[in-house]
C-alpha cells in the first residue's frame, strides 16, 4: 500500500503518521505537508529515517502539484488531515481557511478520483478526517451523532462542513471509495501552543496569565490524540465506503474545569503550593460566535468497529503535562520560531 497521508506534520497528522509507519512496515507511507506555522518536522523526528517513511512539501491549494504527484506516485490511499484548524484564526482570515480546507481538498478527491477512473482496484480510501464542530451547538443535553444535521457557526466549520459535502458528493456522484470520521477535541504531546490546554501549560511553567473565554463555561469533549489516531487507523481499514463515523472521548469538561484540573495536575509538577497556579486564570472577553457546548456520541464507532478511548481525562492530561516538561526543546523552539528551520535532526539556517 502507499497512503498518502496529508498535514503529517500538524498535531493530530503526526501521530497517524508515527502510527502508521511503525504498525505497518510494508506500506509506504508519503505524508504531504505545505509546512504552514502549525507543521513543524520535528515532530517526526523519531521516525524520520525509516524506510518506509517519506516526507514531500507541497500545498494542496495548488491543483497542478497534486495532479502531477498521483501521475508520479498512483497512491492507493489517502488519509488528508490538512487543514487550518484554528477558529481565531478563521475568524481573522476566513479566506485562507477555504482555500486549503475547501479547495485543497477537492483538489485532492479530483486526483483521487481520476486514478479510481483509470485503475478501480487500485484506489481503495480517500479518508476525510473532519470535526464536531460542523454539527454546531447544543444546550446543556444531547450528543452529537452520525445523523445530527449540520449547522456550522465559525468560518472554520463552515469550511470543514463544506469539505465533507464535497467528500459524500465525491462518493455519491463518482463512487470514489470515501470515508469521513468526526471529532471532538485533542489534546496530548505536539500540540501548537495557540491551543487552549498546551497555551495554559506553556503559560503555567512560565508564571503567565491563563486567559479563559467569557466565564469558561463553554463545554467540549476531549480526547487524548494517541486515541483518535488509533480511532483513524481502525476506521481507514475496517469501514464501508460511504460510511461516517464520530469519535468522542464521552468526557465532557467546561473549559475552566479542564484548566483548574491542568493548575492542579502542574502545582505538583512543579512543586508549587496547592492553588497557587490558579491565581493566573484571567477572562477575557469571548470569541465572537463561540459555540456553548459539543459532545459526541460515538457508540457507532465503539459497537461497529470495537474502538474505544483507552485513557482517563486525567491520566492523559497528566501525561500531557510530563510530556511538555520534559520536551522543553521542542516548546522553546515553537515558541522561539526557530521550528520553522528543522531539517533531519538539525535546526539550520536557511
Ligand atoms: N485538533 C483537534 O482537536 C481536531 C479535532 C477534530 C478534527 N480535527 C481535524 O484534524 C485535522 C488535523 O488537525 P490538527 O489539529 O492536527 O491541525 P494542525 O493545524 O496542527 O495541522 C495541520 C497541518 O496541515 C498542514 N497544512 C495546512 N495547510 C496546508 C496546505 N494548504 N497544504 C498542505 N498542508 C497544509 C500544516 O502545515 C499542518 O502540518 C484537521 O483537518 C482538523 O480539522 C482536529
Redo the contacts with the bound molecule.
Sequence with gaps: MKVLI?????????HVVRLFVNKYPNSQIYN?????????LANLSDIENKPNYTFIK????DAGFINKLFEEHKFNAVI???????VDRSIADPLAFV???VI?TVNLLNAAKEQFKKDNASFKRFYH?????VYGTLGDMGLFTETTAYDPHSP?SAS?ASSDHFVRAYFDTYKLPAVIS??????GPY??PE?LIPLCINNIKNNKPLPIYGKGENVRDW?F?ED?ARAIDVIFHKAQDGSTYN?GGHNEWTNIDVIRLLCRIMDKKLNRAEGTNEKLITFVKDRAGHDLRYAIDSTKLQNELEWKPSLQFEEGLTKTVEWYLNNEEWLNNVTSGAYANYYEGQYVKR
Design positions: 496529508t498535514g503529517g506534520a500538524g498535531f493530530i497528522g503526526s504531504l505537508d505545505k509546512l504552514t506555522y502549525a507543521g513543524n507541497g500545498d494542496i491549494v488528508h488531515l490538512a487543514a487550518e484548524s484554528h482555500f486549503t480546507n485543497g478526517v473532519s470535526t464536531d464542530e472554520y470543514k468526526n471529532c471532538s477535541n485533542n489534546y500540540h501548537f491551543k480526547l490524540v483518535h469519535i
